[in-house]
């Protein structure tokens, strides 16, 4: 989104930050901690002009690896699902962060109206930092090191954001980014459609050169969806991208027809690995430690991103369930009961059922909670007063395709219109979470 001008109030208090900390502290600001105010300042800054635009979904409030996913792929499935051919191209940056141009970096931060107090601080910062970490990694060289943003830091991420965010300029695909991990999609049935994709990469290497921020290219990969996909061969420069049938994605790994088993096939075999690792090293096989072992460090391998990726098939499905059967097992007293008794003697939900309970906090996040701006574009609101209808029916999106059915903005339509009003109309998270779980534990 661009700048609105009426909005640009928020003339920096860079100097009374400096001036409070220096008085408080009898000496100059400590590095972390200004690093620490410096950021506040940015991100303020950034967030009441609306400065970074909402294709970016790394290091971002209320955003993350799923909410980029979802957007995404909500699109792609919904164009798949009319027929088109649609390319997607992973654009791979060379070491993004090292190779931030300090000097581009600090005329962009003037552009945006940063106060030059804080970018002169900014930019003291960001050479010195790369001279000590060049000096550490017992390089001789003290010249000549003008870029790099230290990924670990404070500030870095934020500075990143700054720097890319103008890599959309002029692109008519759908971009969307998480820090620099940067994908295109676009419609490619026709000679037309795929013209565009190609233009968008000629731009996209246009701002690499600018920027000098290097593509990887043999890194970037094209992946191609819809039944009259054409393969074309795009270009970046006078190099041709390769096709890929399967990419990972954000970690996820996504195939040319979102069929999700690869995905599940690598986090069972994952959380298994780990299931193994605690049967070895754990003797004590008692609940109270093997539970929190297997929900810390087994669970979340099987429920990352998972409302993009839930599994299709009851194959799928199964493998999933299987390493939570044998979580459960493990435990102490409980061989001998069925999966079912033990989740109950447990408490927990199967993990298809917690599925179903993170798609509808997902739902919620997007029409009511932190996730709502994004939730515009992907649910439509029924508006009816039939008192039997929840208060916040979602409207049924045509789908032809089981790409679309299957997709989380589709399917949980059925049955989050079927919550009690009670449930959706939840004031909070929390409280939705509570009601939410009341009411599953009531369904078989
Ligand atoms: C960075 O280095 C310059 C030149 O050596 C020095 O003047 C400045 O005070 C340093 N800034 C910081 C924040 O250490
Ligand atoms: C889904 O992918 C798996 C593994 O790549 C494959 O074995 C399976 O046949 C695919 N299923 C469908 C319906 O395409
Ligand atoms: C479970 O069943 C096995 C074999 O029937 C038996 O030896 C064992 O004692 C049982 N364990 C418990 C905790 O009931
Ligand atoms: C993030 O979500 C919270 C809670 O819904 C909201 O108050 C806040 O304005 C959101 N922040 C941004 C930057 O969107």
Not at 230 to 246: E, I, N, P, R
Not at 285 to 304: F, N, W
Request: charged residues 30%.
């Amino acid at each position: 989104m661009q700048m609105k001008p009426g909005k640009l109030k928020s003339t920096l208090h860079f100097q009374f930050w400096v001036s409070l900390f220096a008085f408080l502290s009898h000496r100059s600001v400590p590095g972390k901690i200004m690093e620490q105010v410096i950021k506040e300042i940015i991100c303020k800054h950034l967030d009441g002009n609306e400065v970074i635009r909402n294709s970016q979904h790394g290091f971002v409030k209320n955003k993350s690896c799923q909410t980029n996913l979802i957007a995404f792929f909500d699109r792609i499935t919904s164009l798949v699902d009319k027929g088109e051919a649609v390319d997607v191209i992973y654009l791979d940056f060379s070491k993004a962060f090292d190779t931030v141009s300090h000097d581009i970096l600090i005329d962009k931060l003037g552009k945006y109206n940063l106060d030059r107090a804080m970018i002169r601080w900014v930019h003291n910062w960001l050479d010195n930092r790369s001279q000590r970490v060049v000096v550490n990694g017992a390089k001789s060289c003290w010249k000549g090191i003008t870029s790099g943003v230290p990924q670990g830091s404070v500030l870095g991420p934020v500075l990143f954001n700054i720097f890319i965010n103008d890599v959309d300029i002029g692109i008519e695909s759908t971009l969307i980014k998480f820090a620099d991990d940067t994908k295109l999609g676009g419609v490619a049935t026709s000679l037309e459609d795929r013209d565009i994709i190609q233009n968008d990469l000629s731009k996209l290497e246009k701002w690499s050169e600018v920027n000098r921020m290097r593509f990887n290219k043999e890194e970037c990969k094209v992946l191609l969806l819809g039944r009259n996909n054409q393969f074309h061969t795009y270009k970046m420069g006078s190099d041709c991208l390769g096709k890929s049938m399967a990419e990972r994605d954000l970690g996820v790994i996504v195939d040319h027809k979102l069929n999700m088993s690869q995905q599940c096939d690598a986090v069972a075999k994952k959380a298994n690995m780990i299931l193994g690792c605690i049967n070895r090293c754990v003797v004590s096989k008692t609940r109270e430690v093997i539970l929190p072992l297997y929900s810390a460090l087994g669970r979340p391998q099987l429920e990352y991103c998972v409302q993009f990726w839930a599994p299709h098939f009851k194959k799928d499905v199964e493998k999933l369930e299987r390493v939570q059967r044998r979580a459960t097992r493990m435990i102490k007293g409980l061989e001998n009961m069925t999966y079912e008794a033990r989740l109950h003697e447990l408490g927990l939900f199967s993990l298809e059922k917690r599925r179903l309970r993170g798609d509808m906090i997902a739902v919620f996040k997007y029409l009511k909670g932190c996730h709502k701006e994004e939730g515009e574009n992907l649910f439509l609101l029924v508006s009816e007063d039939r008192t039997r209808s929840n208060g916040l029916k979602v409207q049924q999106r045509r789908f032809r395709l089981d790409i679309r059915k299957k997709f989380l903005t589709v399917r949980v339509v059925k049955y989050w219109n079927k919550l009690p009003r009670e449930v959706v109309e939840s004031p909070s998270l929390e409280i939705f979470k509570n009601r939410l779980d009341r009411h599953l534990s009531g369904m078989v």
